[in-house]
């Protein structure tokens, strides 16, 4: 099975959008392709997110993309570590429970609001989709995954991953945010081409490649 590689912020909305796309293009190709979706917080990698740019990317990516959203409601988190060691302990389970996890927990940010930089509300996330809430919760109360968040930060500073998300063919090839050109006018992003093509040459081509 080929691996297509993939690092991005927990609540970035570029990559929610890629990960669901990447998802359903394998789907419809029927393509024996897996995902390794990497932890790239960008408070640590990079720097903190500006809830008004994370806002305005939402509605943006939301005409492309209109059953992904709503408009987020509350304050948005501060850092993603916390999700993106909830997602490393999904993967603990395999790759199938991994993948799963990791997408429940960003649908639960942008399609409910959920602040998923607080332990009790990824735990509420993990109980609505059936795992073992006390494992997750002594996983998260003892940072048992936080060394492996680093360590895909480490991997993804020598790529090197230039923004959120990153795409790895099996190959080694690289592709920042595919499909999206973007412009941005104060801060107001506007995407002027939106290619679904590139997902499905993506697809293609790790599975070609394996």
Same mark, same amino acid.
């Not at 060394?147 to 063919?169: H, Q």
């Given at each position: 099975?080929?691996?297509?590689?993939?690092?991005?912020?927990?609540?970035?909305?570029?990559?929610?959008?890629?990960?669901?796309? #990447?998802?359903?293009?394998?789907?419809?190709?029927?393509?024996?392709?897996?995902?390794?979706?990497?932890?790239?917080?960008?408070?640590?990698?990079?720097?903190?997110?500006?809830?008004?740019?994370?806002?305005?990317?939402?509605?943006?990516?939301?005409?492309?993309?209109?059953?992904?959203?709503?408009?987020?409601?509350?304050?948005?988190?501060?850092?993603?570590?916390?999700?993106?060691?909830?997602?490393?302990?999904?993967?603990?389970?395999?790759?199938?429970?991994?993948?799963?996890?990791?997408?429940?927990?960003?649908?639960?940010?942008? #399609?409910?609001?959920?602040?998923?930089?607080?332990?009790?509300?990824?735990?509420?996330?993990?109980?609505?989709?059936?795992?073992?809430?006390?494992?997750?919760?002594?996983?998260?109360?003892?940072?048992?995954?936080?060394?492996?968040?680093?360590?895909?930060?480490?991997?993804?500073?020598?790529?090197?991953?230039?923004?959120?998300?990153?795409?790895?063919?099996?190959?080694?090839?690289?592709?920042?945010?595919?499909?999206?050109?973007?412009?941005?006018?104060?801060?107001?992003?506007?995407?002027?081409?939106?290619?679904?093509?590139?997902?499905?040459?993506?697809?293609?081509?790790?599975?070609?490649?394996?």
């Amino acid at each position: 099975m080929a691996v297509i590689t993939v690092w991005s912020d927990m609540f970035c909305p570029w990559g929610y959008v890629a990960g669901l796309r #990447l998802r359903r293009m394998r789907d419809e190709l029927g393509a024996d392709v897996s995902f390794d979706f990497r932890a790239w917080p960008l408070d640590v990698a990079f720097r903190p997110q500006q809830a008004t740019r994370v806002r305005a990317e939402i509605v943006a990516l939301a005409q492309h993309e209109p059953s992904a959203f709503t408009l987020y409601e509350g304050d948005l988190p501060t850092s993603s570590v916390l999700a993106s060691e909830a997602q490393k302990w999904g993967y603990s389970y395999g790759d199938e429970v991994g993948e799963y996890f990791d997408l429940a927990i960003r649908r639960a940010v942008f #399609l409910h609001s959920r602040n998923l930089g607080v332990h009790s509300e990824l735990l509420a996330v993990a109980k609505t989709e059936g795992l073992d809430t006390d494992a997750l919760s002594e996983a998260l109360s003892t940072g048992t995954y936080r060394a492996e968040v680093n360590a895909d930060i480490e991997a993804g500073r020598a790529l090197p991953v230039e923004g959120s998300p990153t795409v790895m063919l099996p190959d080694g090839s690289v592709f920042s945010n595919p499909g999206f050109e973007v412009n941005r006018v104060r801060e107001i992003p506007i995407i002027i081409g939106d290619h679904l093509a590139t997902i499905r040459d993506l697809i293609r081509r790790a599975a070609w490649l394996d």
